[in-house]
C-alpha cells in the first residue's frame, strides 16, 4: 500500500506516515534495541500524532509511562547525540566538556526535577566549583570560573532542556529558566605606540626572535599558537606577498585554505627569519629559535614581560589579533576583506568588536598609525600587494568574483611549483 513520510523525528528515529487513500490516521515505525515497533497514532494531526508516537517510545524505552523516570544524563545522551552532525568538531568537544560539569551535578536526578530552583542552584554551584574542591586539590591556589564560562555553562544547559521539551515531550509542567547574562570582561585594552616600543626594546636585548613573532601577530592578526605555530614555509608566497592558512574551525571549511596577506612588517619579518642559518625547507616551520627549535608556547614569558616594562593592562598575546584588526579597521579596511583576513565566518564581528575598540581607543590607534598626519594615507603602513585586493585607499570592496579569482590564480601557482599539498 502507497505511502507518504509525513515526518522523521530525528532524536528518536521514529518514522510517521500516512497511508493514501486508506486509514485517515498516521502512523509510527521505529526500531529499539533491534527490535521493530509499528502501528497507528490513532489520530490524523501531525502534531498529536509526534506527541503520541514519542510517549510509545518513551514507554517501550524505560517501561514506564511518558518518561517520569528519564534521567537527565539520558537526556544529555540524547542530545549530543543530535547535535553531533550539525556542529563543527570543535564546538562538540566543548559542548561535551561543559556537559561534565551538569552530570556531575544532575547525576540521577529526573529531568523534569531541573525546574528553575534547581538551575539557580547549579548556577551557584558551578560558581563556588573550585572553592568547594580546594581542600581536594594538592594545587592550593585560588581559582575562580569566570562569568563567561558561566554564561557559557546555562546558554547550553537552556539549549537542553529546550530540546528536553521540544524534541522528547518532556517537562510539560515546567517552563524552561530565563535567565541574565553574568557581565563578562570585554577585551577592550590595546597597548599604545610607546607600550609596544617599551616591549620591543626588551625583547630586542633579551631574546629578538620572540619579538619577531610577536610582532608578526600584531602585523598578520594570526591565532596564536595555533596558526602561527603552523605556518610552514610552503604556505609562504613571497612573489605575491600571501601566506596560505589551513583553518579547521569551521566543519564546512576544514580543508579550505585561507589568503593571507602579508603587509610590509610582516614581509620584512619572513625575509630575515629566512635567512638565518637553521632548516627552512617547504616543510620546516617558519618560527624556529637559533638553534632550529620550535618553542610550543611563550605566553607566560610574554606576561612576564608586560610587568617588566610596567604595562598593567590586562593584554594576553591573543590581543594582538585584536589589536591588529582594530587598527586596520580604523584605517578604512573594508570589514568584508578584513574578516577574510581574520578567518571570521561572517562580518558580525568586525562590526561589533573592532568598531567599538576603535572608537574607544581613537586617540592611541591614531598615535600608532600616524592618522593625525594629514600627509599619511590610509594605506602608509600596510599596504596591499596589488590590484587583486582593493583600490589604494579602501573606497571599495573585493567582489566575491575578483576574490575567487585571487584564490584560483595564486593556488594554481602553488600547485604548478609543488609547494603544497592539497590531498
Not at 606576561?303 to 590586562?314: F, R, T
Request: hydrophobic share 35%.
Amino acid at each position: 500500500m502507497a505511502s507518504e513520510i509525513v515526518e522523521k523525528i530525528l532524536p528518536y528515529k521514529i518514522t510517521l506516515t500516512r497511508r493514501l487513500g486508506a486509514s485517515p490516521y498516521i502512523y509510527f515505525y521505529f526500531t529499539l534495541n533491534q527490535k521493530v515497533y509499528r502501528g497507528s497514532t490513532k489520530t490524523g494531526n501531525p502534531l498529536e500524532a509526534r506527541k503520541r508516537a514519542i510517549k510509545i517510545y518513551q514507554e517501550k524505552e524505560t517501561g514506564k509511562v511518558k518518561g517520569k523516570n528519564l534521567r537527565f544524563e539520558t537526556v544529555v545522551k540524547k542530545f549530543l547525540e543530535y547535535k553531533k552532525g550539525h556542529i563543527t568538531p570543535e564546538t562538540y568537544q566543548g559542548y561535551e566538556y561543559r556537559c561534565q560539569y551538569f552530570l556531575e551535578y544532575f547525576k540521577g536526578k529526573n529531568v523534569n526535577e531541573v525546574d528553575k530552583n534547581e538551575f539557580h542552584a547549579y548556577k551557584e554551584w558551578r560558581i563556588n566549583y573550585h572553592q568547594n574542591r580546594k581542600k581536594r586539590r594538592k594545587d592550593k591556589r585560588t581559582l575562580t570560573v569566570g562569568n563567561a564560562s558561566i554564561n557559557r555553562d546555562l546558554g547550553l544547559l537552556v539549549s537542553i532542556l529546550i530540546f528536553a521539551k521540544e524534541e522528547l515531550n518532556l517537562l510539560d509542567n515546567l517552563k524552561v529558566p530565563k535567565w541574565k547574562k553574568l557581565p563578562e570582561r570585554k577585551r577592550s585594552e590595546i597597548l599604545s605606540a610607546d607600550e609596544i616600543d617599551k616591549l620591543k626594546q626588551y625583547w630586542q636585548k633579551k631574546i629578538s626572535f620572540y619579538w619577531d613573532l610577536m610582532n608578526f601577530i600584531l602585523n598578520t592578526g594570526l591565532r596564536y599558537p595555533s596558526e602561527v605555530n603552523n605556518l610552514k614555509w610552503k604556505n609562504i608566497i613571497f612573489e605575491e606577498r600571501f601566506m596560505y592558512i589551513k583553518r579547521k574551525s569551521r566543519l564546512a571549511d576544514k580543508d579550505k585554505l585561507w589568503a593571507v596577506q602579508v603587509y610590509d612588517e610582516a614581509y620584512e619579518i619572513l625575509t630575515r627569519l629566512k635567512e638565518r642559518g637553521v632548516p627552512n625547507g617547504l616543510e620546516d616551520f617558519v618560527f624556529l629559535d637559533s638553534k632550529g627549535r620550535q618553542i610550543k608556547n611563550i605566553k607566560k614569558a610574554f606576561k612576564n614581560s608586560l610587568k617588566a616594562c610596567g604595562i598593567e593592562k590586562p593584554f594576553p598575546m591573543f590581543s594582538f589579533r585584536h589589536q591588529f584588526a582594530t587598527e586596520m579597521t580604523a584605517q578604512g579596511m573594508p570589514p568584508k576583506a578584513l574578516s577574510e583576513q581574520m578567518g571570521h565566518k561572517t562580518m558580525r564581528m568586525i562590526d561589533e568588536t573592532y568598531t567599538h575598540l576603535m572608537r574607544e581607543h581613537h586617540a592611541i590607534i591614531s598615535e600608532r598609525i600616524g592618522l593625525g598626519d594629514k600627509t599619511k594615507t590610509a594605506v602608509a603602513k600596510k599596504n596591499y600587494h596589488d590590484d587583486w585586493m582593493l583600490t589604494t585607499d579602501f573606497e571599495r570592496e573585493m567582489t566575491d568574483e575578483e576574490f575567487a579569482e585571487l584564490e584560483i590564480r595564486v593556488i594554481k601557482s602553488i600547485i604548478k611549483e609543488g609547494r603544497i599539498d592539497l590531498s
